[in-house]
């Protein structure tokens, strides 16, 4: 086998005679001597020319080739059951393994399937009307179901990702995710995969439970019992994915008196640009229709601490992602042609233990200190002018960094609209200090990122867990209670889908060990 590379103009396609051409040629054989090519990565290149970039692996006539193929789920009807809390990526992914493991899957969810979902999201943005359990955080498919489907993770270390691709690819995502550098599904197409996931997890015995908000969760001689209001579920096992904002889930931990702990995480804005903006920025002013739009990333460091962008979405709007009244938090998200005429990203600063002031303490300190700043834009945009129960602070880009109140604002997607606000006063000191300090230095690699023409809104608050739930190493399971597997970005060991879905994978197998089928 030979590993190469094709460049060719985004104006062109990549043609099935170029590809065998190529592959001849890197393996030095007559092209009826090949035995298969599979493109393994597609990236567009902007540094001068504009390139796709294409690596392939061609395999010569008589060389093993073993293409990558999921495991068959088994039918779990009678099965040990195994209680699944949360139906977010990582408890989804959880459930699909222990399908294939022989084990029944039954998924607790305090939110409401995909399509009822849809109808709470909906009043909350033009109504402004919260349900604390079903909303952009909580609901069939996590966080993650409205907020783009970006499926890039920079570890491989925490297991085979071709299986969270090659599992959403066979559940209705495009095959393009297999192979692009920065693959994403769209939040238009995710509710329909998301919905055949469960129609999978169900037609083979396992269950879901919507509007099941977890109320205890209690050890017994031989497993666990699960409350969930006046129903009560029973399992040897318990895998908890309950998603980074389901802070009654901590509060229980701490009456139980459990190990739980502070986590660093990160806070700062949504910074909304027009998307031509970043096109001219990143093609260098060529720029052309058949190009993919235009997306950036990057990191700095500042007094230090991390700055970096975070979940960016080309082409995308600004969706309101709180989870209880009185507060305000925004996320992002775009669909699957990425065809908004704006663009938004958080940009965000590292926040760790011991950097929130002196009066948060305890296992809760940041995550108190999280909710107070939430409730902060909340106060402030409803004293000035807010239309909407979820208006956001905003400011112009320039003049949160000059610390000057903008007059007026320019367009937003931002449905619940926006307020004239001094971000750079509301936000905490350390963390304003930071952003403003950063942003002008980002002009110097994307030049005319930093303008007035472009957007902060606060704030960007839940990038990551401010919690962790401390487990074995080895075994996965909680350090106080055996047969308790903590789970994903709730649990404070993950952050995005496909990180959230590979945890989720690592503890069902866990759980599976000594569960008999």
Known sequence: MKEFEIAINPAKELTAAQINEAAAKALGVKADKLAHVDIVRRSIDARSEILWRYRLQAYRE???????????????????????????????????????????PIILERGKD????????????????????????????????????KLY???????????????????????????????????????????????CIEEHGGEYHFDSCVSDIIPEENGFRVLCGDKVFKARKVILACGHSARDIYELFVQKGWAIEAKGFAMGVRVEHPQWMINQMRYHGKYQPYMPVAEYSFVEQCEGRGVFS????????????????????????????????????????????????AEYKGPFALMDFQRDVEKKMFEYA????????????????????????????????????????????????????????????????????????????????RTSSPVRLPRDPES???????????????????????????????????SSISNPS
Request: net charge neutral; aromatic share 6%.
């Open 382 to 461: 409803q004293t000035h002018g807010a239309r909407h129960p979820f208006a956001a602070p905003a400011q112009r880009l320039k003049d949160f960094c000059r610390g000057i109140e903008s007059k007026d604002l320019p367009k937003s997607t931002y449905h619940p609209g926006v307020v004239p606000a001094p971000l750079h006063q509301l936000l905490p000191e350390h963390v304003a200090m930071r952003l403003r300090r950063v942003f002008p230095q980002i002009d110097r690699k994307m030049h005319g990122y930093y303008t007035n023409d472009a957007m902060v809104l606060g704030v960007e608050s």
């Open 476 to 510: 996965l399971e909680h350090v106080d209670v055996p047969g308790l597997y903590p789970c994903g970005e709730g649990a404070g060991y993950a952050g995005g889908i496909v990180s959230s879905a590979l945890d989720g994978i690592a503890c069902a197998e866990k």
């Open 114 to 149: 995909v399509e009822r979902r849809k109808a709470s999201i909906a009043k909350l943005s033009t109504e402004g009307i919260l349900d604390s359990n079903s909303n952009y955080c909580f609901g069939e498919g996590g966080a993650g179901t409205f907020s783009d489907g």
């Open 153 to 199: 993770t920079r570890s491989s270390k925490r297991g085979d990702i071709r299986e969270v691709l090659h599992s959403l690819v066979a559940f209705g995502a495009s095959e393009d995710i297999l192979i692009d550098a920065h693959p994403h599904i769209g939040t238009d197409r995710l509710p329909e995969i998301v919905k055949n996931i469960r129609h």
């Open 310 to 357: 975070f979940c960016m979405c080309p082409g995308g709007i600004l969706v309101p992602t709180s989870t209880e009244e009185g507060s305000v938090v925004l996320n992002g998200m775009s669909n699957s042609a990425r065809n908004s005429k704006w663009a938004n990203s958080g940009v965000v600063v590292q926040i760790e233990p011991g950097d929130q002031p």
């Open 62 to 104: 008589g060389e093993a080739y073993q293409p990558f193929s999921l495991e068959p789920y088994k039918d779990v009807k009678e099965a040990a059951p195994v209680i699944i809390i949360g139906a977010g990526p990582a408890g989804m992914f959880a459930a699909l393994k222990l399908l294939q493991k022989g084990l029944k």
